[in-house]
């Protein structure tokens, strides 16, 4: 089981920024595929971005050309670098393995006013 630990969340203006990280226990990190998912209040959760162990980045159409996924392998994060943030980015934002289904615990994200 991968331990996983995310920060960074916070309120911030639309149109501001926020970094997300978060901090994956385990030696293998390397190989694994890391995901960025969020919930929205009443919604279900749904998938934002994910990044390969090659590096190879993916993203969903909602957050594209203003979120950026990142990782480092030698400090085992894996960063969501978030741009032009809009209201209906507001969410809780979780960190997952993909390659073992282990998730963070989860860190809120609101955009307002």
């Known amino acids: 089981q991968v331990q996983l630990v995310e920060s960074g969340g916070g309120l911030v203006q639309p149109g501001g920024s926020l970094r997300l990280s978060c901090a994956a226990s385990?030696?293998?990190?390397?190989?694994?595929?890391m995901g960025w998912y969020r919930q929205a209040p009443g919604k279900e959760r749904e998938w934002v971005a994910t990044?390969?162990?090659?590096?190879?980045?993916y993203y969903a159409d909602s957050v594209k050309g203003r979120f950026i996924i990142s990782r480092d392998n030698a400090k085992k994060t894996s960063d969501l670098q978030m741009n032009s943030l809009k209201p209906e980015d507001t969410a809780v934002y979780y960190c997952?393995?993909?390659?073992?289904?282990?998730w963070g615990q989860g860190t809120q994200v609101t955009v307002s006013l």
């Open positions: 385990g030696s293998i990190f390397s190989i694994y595929t």
């Open positions: 997952r393995v993909i390659s073992t289904g282990d």
């Open positions: 990044i390969a162990s090659s590096g190879s980045t």
